[in-house]
């Protein structure tokens, strides 16, 4: 019986292809969308978390300034006095390194590039993830002295040497002549498409004497031992606390922010997102259900005779209400079979303009189409009911 209703089902369908067609529309475009929200969501996440992950769930950020801070007064900077205090008496640290950055221009021989121009130690290697490409690291003497080195990165050294590695080589950072003494692995564009290779990396000492020219440290990186983000989190606080003569219950002059609190909100932003856009683009599934509704009622109406003449000859109740059913039931499985479909090709565009990965969710997209068959046993009930519940003598004489 089911084949039958099912042959019947792609008659009536053939019959009118372009009203079939603009019926499953609602359906195709709601599984469409849905599909191509949560991919594109999948994607988005999947790269926020990776390039996090990147840098260490271990890192920590020790800033000046609090947003919870009621003073109007500017908040007191660190020093490097701060640094070799985090460094000396609390335990669990991995490395920590003083951090400054301004904007400079990189020249050599005719080739110019704005870069950025980063102070730092070398514990800025393990505690912002980097790994040298060619040459080496500072030595001890040229970050206690300040000596004119730097370490480029990836795009710089393509502008200003091309496919040449740098070795023993000079450019200029602004108006200061420097020996390039390494190169970095490349890292690529950071989360807001900002350029991580664009960079000069300088000793600390040569940042502070020579390029923002003041003593002030900007930024405390902190790279914790595995399983002691918390106690160092929480160790640092007391700390700064202690230094700068806070009380428990004052006002905090400074901050400290761990990368897997930053990690876990972006993840839960990026899923609440996904699921309001997915909310929405759901609403046109149940449009869709109740165009599918609208026409297989006249649907019911045109073939009244129709119906008439097959309970006459012998036809149940149960058998035409199959028969309708099902063609409400094929008409929202072939557009959710487009919709999918579609979806799945607008989402890979999506993402690849996005340079995010494709991640697929099959449960989703199952759900999805389930979705739609559950739309067409929904709002095609009614009109197959009706259809089933006619009196033959009376559809017989409908005209």
Same mark, same amino acid.
């Given at each position: 019986?089911?084949?039958e209703?099912?042959?019947l089902?792609?008659?009536?369908? $053939?019959?009118?292809?372009?009203?079939?067609?603009?019926?499953?529309?609602?359906?195709?475009?709601?599984?469409?969308?849905?599909?191509?929200?949560?991919?594109?969501?999948?994607?988005?996440?999947?790269?926020?978390?990776?390039?996090?992950?990147?840098?260490?769930?271990?890192?920590? #950020?020790v800033s000046?300034?609090?947003?919870?801070?009621? $003073?109007?007064?500017?908040?007191?900077?660190?020093?490097?006095?701060?640094?070799? /205090?985090i460094?000396?008496?609390?335990?669990g640290?991995?490395?920590?390194?003083? =951090?400054?950055?301004?904007?400079? *221009?990189?020249?050599?021989?005719?080739?110019?590039?704005?870069?950025s121009?980063?102070?730092? *130690?070398?514990? =800025? #290697?393990? %505690?912002?993830?980097?790994?040298?490409?060619?040459?080496?690291?500072?030595?001890?003497?040229?970050?206690?002295?300040?000596?004119?080195?730097c370490?480029?990165?990836?795009?710089?050294?393509?502008?200003?040497?091309?496919?040449?590695i740098?070795?023993?080589?000079?450019?200029?950072?602004?108006?200061?002549?420097?020996?390039?003494?390494?190169?970095?692995?490349?890292?690529?564009?950071?989360?807001?498409?900002?350029?991580?290779?664009?960079?000069?990396?300088?000793?600390?000492?040569?940042?502070?004497?020579?390029?923002?020219?003041?003593?002030?440290?900007?930024?405390?990186?902190?790279? /914790?031992?595995?399983?002691? *983000?918390?106690?160092?989190?929480?160790?640092?606080?007391?700390?700064?606390?202690?230094?700068?003569?806070?009380?428990? %219950?004052?006002?905090?002059?400074?901050?400290?922010?761990?990368?897997?609190?930053?990690?876990?909100?972006?993840?839960?932003?990026?899923?609440?997102?996904?699921?309001?856009l997915?909310?929405?683009?759901?609403?046109?599934?149940?449009?869709?259900?109740?165009?599918?509704?609208?026409?297989?009622?006249?649907?019911?109406?045109?073939?009244?005779?129709?119906?008439?003449?097959?309970?006459?000859?012998?036809a149940?109740?149960?058998?035409?209400?199959?028969?309708?059913?099902?063609?409400?039931?094929?008409?929202?499985?072939?557009?959710?079979?487009?919709?999918?479909?579609?979806?799945?090709?607008?989402?890979?565009?999506?993402?690849?303009?996005?340079?995010?990965?494709f991640?697929?969710?099959?449960?989703?997209?199952?759900?999805?189409f389930? #979705?739609?068959?559950?739309?067409?046993?929904?709002?095609?009930?009614?009109?197959?009911?009706?259809?089933?519940?006619?009196?033959?003598?009376?559809?017989?004489?409908?005209?």
């Amino acid at each position: 019986m089911l084949l039958e209703a099912f042959r019947l089902a792609l008659h009536s369908m $053939s019959r009118n292809m372009m009203r079939s067609f603009l019926t499953m529309l609602g359906i195709v475009i709601g599984v469409g969308a849905v599909i191509a929200m949560v991919t594109v969501g999948n994607g988005t996440r999947q790269r926020v978390t990776g390039e996090i992950s990147k840098l260490g769930t271990n890192l920590l #950020f020790v800033s000046p300034g609090n947003p919870e801070r009621r $003073s109007t007064l500017a908040p007191r900077t660190f020093d490097v006095r701060d640094v070799d /205090a985090i460094r000396d008496q609390i335990p669990g640290i991995a490395a920590v390194a003083p =951090f400054g950055q301004v904007s400079g *221009t990189a020249i050599r021989e005719g080739n110019s590039r704005t870069v950025s121009v980063i102070g730092s *130690t070398n514990d =800025f #290697f393990t %505690t912002m993830n980097w790994q040298l490409a060619s040459g080496r690291n500072f030595l001890e003497s040229e970050e206690r002295s300040g000596r004119s080195v730097c370490i480029i990165g990836g795009t710089v050294q393509k502008v200003l040497f091309g496919d040449t590695i740098p070795d023993g080589d000079r450019i200029r950072v602004n108006r200061i002549s420097c020996e390039v003494i390494g190169t970095l692995v490349s890292k690529g564009k950071a989360i807001d498409g900002q350029d991580q290779d664009n960079m000069v990396l300088i000793p600390f000492r040569m940042f502070q004497r020579r390029i923002a020219g003041s003593t002030d440290v900007s930024l405390i990186t902190v790279s /914790a031992k595995d399983g002691a *983000t918390g106690p160092v989190k929480t160790a640092l606080e007391d700390l700064f606390k202690e230094r700068r003569k806070i009380r428990e %219950t004052g006002d905090r002059d400074f901050e400290v922010t761990d990368l897997s609190q930053i990690l876990g909100i972006v993840s839960m932003t990026t899923v609440i997102l996904t699921g309001l856009l997915s909310s929405i683009a759901a609403v046109s599934l149940l449009v869709g259900g109740i165009g599918i509704m609208n026409i297989m009622l006249v649907s019911v109406t045109e073939r009244t005779r129709e119906i008439g003449v097959r309970l006459a000859i012998g036809a149940t109740e149960r058998q035409v209400l199959t028969q309708f059913l099902v063609e409400a039931i094929v008409l929202c499985l072939i557009g959710g079979l487009i919709g999918m479909i579609i979806g799945l090709v607008l989402a890979y565009t999506a993402v690849s303009l996005m340079s995010v990965p494709f991640v697929v969710d099959p449960s989703i997209v199952l759900i999805a189409f389930g #979705f739609s068959a559950l739309i067409g046993v929904i709002f095609g009930y009614f009109p197959a009911r009706r259809a089933a519940r006619m009196n033959p003598i009376d559809a017989l004489r409908y005209e």
